[in-house]
């Protein structure tokens, strides 16, 4: 399997995470059903559903994906996200002010988080960097583990049943709540995140990403047409094209 060619427009430490975060899982396992029955009953339908048999538990994914984005109005955008979840992410876009093209990125590794777009890849449109934009980034990537359901398998993810179709799992102090649906599909994703939606000062706000429809990868079922908000407001909508595990 070879490498997945970083999108352009990335500073060099972006590029650098992109490749660190995209190698391929060290000869992964081949997913065996029986390894769901210690986990909580919603979160061994969920596996079940969503991992074929005899399938490699390949640990991180790279996201081709399109959609609509609330920055101040809605804004179609393409993006390209590796995601190596308990590690880190890399997800790069271009969205439109107008005609005009804005490139930019977020990414999370090693306690590091940043944002940075451009327009015409000359001006400054967004960026940040510190502890709040770190904190915002790492609750991001707590949350989109589901992307590589393979990880849900690691130790250090501790799981607690709500109820026959809710379960917790704790990421150290992080916690996200799943919901599944009656045949394993997963429905709903939330937690309390860091965040300034709106421009607002950073604290803890509702965040929840909604999975509207799924489909199979390889032997690997994500959700592809998700709706994310911040406190009830919708604020990305976006379809997943293509999905390929590392």
């Not at 909580?40 to 790279?62: C, F, K």
């Not at 271009?94 to 990125?105: D, I, Q, S």
């Not at 049943?161 to 996200?176: H, M, Y």
Request: glycine share 8%; with cysteine.
């Amino acid at each position: 399997m070879t490498f997945v060619v970083a999108p352009p427009h990335l500073t060099n430490a972006a590029f650098a995470d992109w490749d660190v975060l995209q190698a391929e899982t060290p000869d992964p396992p081949l997913f065996d059903p029986a390894e769901a029955d210690r986990l909580p009953e919603p979160v061994r339908a969920w596996l079940l559903y969503a991992i074929s048999p005899g399938t490699p538990l390949r640990r991180a994914v790279v996201l081709h994906t399109h959609g609509r984005i609330r920055l101040g109005q809605w804004r179609r955008f393409t993006a390209d996200q590796v995601l190596a979840p308990l590690r880190g992410f890399v997800w790069a876009a271009t969205a439109y002010l107008g005609v005009l093209p804005v490139h930019g990125f977020d990414r999370y590794r090693d306690d590091v988080g940043e944002m940075r777009w451009r327009m015409l890849d000359l001006f400054p449109v967004m960026s940040g960097a510190g502890p709040d934009v770190t904190r915002s980034a790492a609750d991001r990537l707590a949350c989109e583990f589901v992307m590589a359901p393979a990880v849900a398998l690691d130790p250090s993810i501790t799981w607690k049943a709500l109820d026959d179709r809710t379960a917790l799992a704790c990421l150290g102090d992080r916690e996200i709540t799943l919901s599944i649906g009656p045949g394993g599909e997963l429905r709903r994703v939330s937690m309390r995140r860091w965040g300034n939606p709106g421009g607002r000062p950073y604290t803890t706000h509702d965040f929840t990403v909604e999975c509207l429809a799924e489909d199979d990868f390889d032997g690997i079922t994500i959700p592809v047409e998700l709706r994310g908000t911040w406190d009830g407001q919708d604020f990305i909508t976006f379809s997943v094209d293509d999905a390929i595990f590392r």
